[in-house]
């Protein structure tokens, strides 16, 4: 049974930072591409960032570029979103997914976590 279970929410003034883990379980997580999305109350669901298995090709929306860092430790089956410099705007539960190498759709979904950045 896979598992993905995201921690590190909370609550934060703007322009601080948080670091949001995800630890997956059941499945072989060298061969998962992870992301992690964000759905703030009343809009979509978005993407925010994603790492290809090896750790080495990284992906970010345009809104978040130079202040999320998407990371992973494949030995500790774990990827992390540093966020810095959080904005109001910022606020959502985060979720992190898991892309089969082979497939095009996150098949593989944690629970979420709520961020919430003050103003």
């Known amino acids: 049974q896979v598992q993905l279970v995201e921690s590190g929410g909370g609550l934060v003034q703007a322009g601080g930072s948080l670091r949001l883990s995800c630890a997956a379980s059941g499945l072989t997580f060298s061969r998962y591409v992870m992301g992690w999305f964000r759905q703030a109350p009343g809009k979509e669901r978005e993407y925010i960032a994603a790492?290809?298995?090896?750790?080495?090709?990284?992906y970010y929306r345009n809104s978040v570029k130079g202040r999320f860092t998407i990371s992973r430790d494949n030995a500790k089956n774990t990827v992390y979103l540093q966020m810095s410099s959080l904005k109001p705007e910022d606020t959502a539960v985060y979720y992190c997914?898991?892309?089969?190498?082979?497939?095009?759709?996150?098949?593989?979904w944690g629970q979420g976590t709520q961020v919430t950045v003050s103003s």
């Open positions: 997914a898991a892309r089969n190498v082979d497939r095009n759709d996150y098949g593989y």
């Open positions: 790492v290809t298995w090896s750790g080495g090709t990284t």
